[in-house]
């Protein structure tokens, strides 16, 4: 089992810049950061105002460019889900039956998009925005 001293979850706004901020008070721990999302961390409100409607790249909609993770030592799991946490025993495991071991625990998985419970929430250009 892999231990770390911080375990990030969540790879959203607060995910990313909790591990940014982590690394900011404290340049020598170990920091990985956990989200079932394919890539890493991006705001989801210039996903949704800017990029899809053609108006930025997707390099604006990302936290930090690429490549920054690493140059901070920031461990990136992506595509992979936690499925139960143990405070007991300071570790967390993930969808793959792996496991990790954590000094220190942010949770920041953020919350669910819920679709408009109104007449037309069903129509052909009505999105719900979620990844």
């Known amino acids: 089992m892999q231990s770390y001293d911080y375990v990030v979850i969540g790879g959203g706004l607060a995910g990313g810049r909790g591990a940014e901020g982590i690394r900011q008070v404290d340049?020598?721990?170990?920091?990985?950061?956990?989200?079932?999302?394919?890539?890493?961390?991006?705001?989801r409100p210039p996903l949704s105002k800017d990029y899809m409607v053609g108006e930025a790249g997707l390099d604006r909609v990302y936290l930090q460019e690429d490549g920054?993770?690493?140059?901070?030592?920031?461990e990136l799991l992506t595509g992979v889900r936690v499925t139960r946490i143990d405070p007991e025993a300071q570790t967390v495991t993930l969808d793959d039956d792996g496991m990790l071991g954590y000094g220190k625990l942010l949770l920041a998985t953020g919350g669910r998009a819920r679709g408009l419970p109104i007449p037309g929430s069903d129509l052909e250009n009505v999105f719900t925005l979620r990844t």
Not at 36 to 43: A, F, N, V
């Open 68 to 74: 920054y993770y690493e140059e901070n030592d920031i």
């Open 27 to 43: 340049e020598k721990s170990s920091v990985v950061l956990v989200t079932q999302e394919p890539h890493r961390p991006y705001e």
